[in-house]
């Protein structure tokens, strides 16, 4: 384990998910569409920017530049976490995602879409959440690309946005 994640959407950091885990000790990669976040990221982050705990990255996320953009400034082969939260085609960008295996995915889903509902967001490599809840991929969706994936649902947050998937191989007898 060497504590190390990827985050995307992570607007101006003070609010997702990998946050606390930076605030501990953990290194990652967060990347940002909006250039006014990342320059609020890279002002009040500078400290764990310039020690090599943090890296960000000004770039609109899409179904075929993740791999590269993974590739290209991942800080390790090895990842603990990976947080997907673009509100949009994050269904389309994790299906796409084969370049690393993280130990554990969080990924927000629409909660509108409630089980059985298997919905998935037509993707549109321009979107941008205009604040509907026309965003995502139900619960059921994620569940079963994740399935083909090799990871298992373990948990959600009790307000219907956050899902949890564990590597399948990490489960043991859970």
């Given at each position: 384990e060497e504590k190390t994640f990827i985050e995307f959407g992570v607007e101006n950091g003070l609010e997702n998910n990998s946050y606390k885990l930076l605030l501990e000790g953990w290194k990652g990669l967060w990347i940002e569409g909006s250039s006014g976040h990342c320059k609020s990221i890279r002002l009040k982050f500078s400290h764990l920017i310039q020690s090599g705990n943090l890296k960000i990255v000004n770039a609109f996320i899409n179904k075929d530049n993740i791999n590269s953009l993974i590739a290209e400034n991942a800080l390790s082969k090895h990842l603990d976490l990976?947080?997907?939260?673009?509100?949009?085609?994050?269904?389309?960008v994790l299906k796409n995602i084969d370049c690393i295996q993280p130990r554990v995915i969080v990924c927000?889903?629409?909660?509108?879409?409630?089980?059985?509902?298997?919905?998935?967001?037509?993707?549109?490599?321009?979107?941008?959440?205009?604040?509907?809840?026309?965003?995502?991929?139900?619960?059921?969706?994620?569940?079963?690309?994740?399935?083909?994936?090799?990871?298992?649902?373990?948990?959600?947050?009790?307000?219907?946005?956050?899902?949890f998937f564990v590597r399948n191989d990490l489960l043991g007898e859970h």
């Open positions: 990976l947080v997907v939260d673009i509100d949009g085609n994050d269904f389309h927000e889903y629409n909660a509108k879409f409630v089980p059985p509902m298997d919905w998935v967001m037509t993707y549109n490599p321009q979107h941008t959440w205009p604040g509907t809840d026309y965003y995502g991929a139900s619960l059921k969706a994620y569940e079963n690309l994740m399935r083909q994936k090799n990871y298992s649902l373990v948990g959600c947050t009790l307000t219907g946005v956050n899902s």
